[in-house]
């Protein structure tokens, strides 16, 4: 178990609603990083937060936001939901940037 | 433009066979290449990464900066071996996030 745990592990809501994705990341790792898995795209790097400050951004729609809080457990916010956001979203931690990430088990979003 | 291809969805192989998933990349400068494992119901997790040179589960990957290549090999393929494995790079200055190949599902036949 790599420690990275994920919740909730399934959300289904309407288009137009919002939606929080939470990740708390292995003991001691600082760095969190968003990933977007669909069918078509495969694995896609939305975002990525290090000790609370943001260190770079992928293909991440304006209409998804992210934060890493002060415990570094961090969430991300989509919000005016479409039916092409329904995708399983991941988190990874790492110690650093650059370190090797460790993968949740992820969240299944499906939008109707 | 950073970039990762694995050209084949899925590969059957039998059981003893010799197993080669294929990874071609594209990035300008020096990349770090991994290999990321997903067995069914699992999580994704780190099979091996190009800078570690180990062996793992019998799997190793030489990374061929010539042909731009990062190749997963196993000389004989097991049952458990079964799933979905990802290649993925990133820079070596360790602020550039993975980049990752859609995936080859690997089917490992009795």
């Known amino acids: 178990d790599s420690g990275v745990t994920q919740t909730p592990k399934h959300l289904i809501t309407a288009t137009g609603q919002r939606v929080t994705l939470r990740c708390s990341p292995r003991s001691g790792d600082l760095s969190v990083y968003w990933y977007q898995q669909s069918l078509d795209q495969g694995l896609q790097f939305l975002i990525h937060y290090y000790n609370g400050e943001e260190r770079a951004k992928g293909n991440i729609l304006e209409r998804f936001s992210a934060q890493q809080f002060p415990d570094l457990h961090s969430e991300l916010n989509l919000s005016s939901l479409e039916l092409g956001d329904s995708a399983l979203y991941f988190c990874?931690?790492?110690?650093?940037?650059?370190?090797?990430?460790?993968f949740g088990p992820g969240t299944r979003l499906t939008v109707l | 433009a950073q970039r990762v291809t694995q050209p084949e969805k899925l590969l059957s192989v039998f059981k003893g066979a010799p197993v080669e998933l294929k990874c071609n990349y594209s990035?300008?400068?020096?990349?770090?290449l991994f290999w990321y494992v997903q067995y069914s119901r699992q999580r994704l997790q780190l099979l091996l990464r190009h800078i570690s040179r180990e062996s793992i589960k019998g799997f190793t990957a030489d990374l061929n900066k010539g042909e731009t290549s990062f190749h997963l090999k196993k000389p004989f393929a097991q049952e458990e071996d079964s799933a979905m494995y990802y290649c993925?790079?990133?820079?070596?200055?360790?602020?550039?996030?993975?980049?990752f190949g859609k995936g080859t599902r690997l089917s490992v036949i009795a």
């Open positions: 990874a931690s790492s110690v650093g940037a650059g370190d090797t990430q460790y």
């Open positions: 990035y300008s400068g020096s990349p770090e």
């Open positions: 993925a790079l990133s820079g070596l200055s360790g602020n550039t996030p993975l980049v």
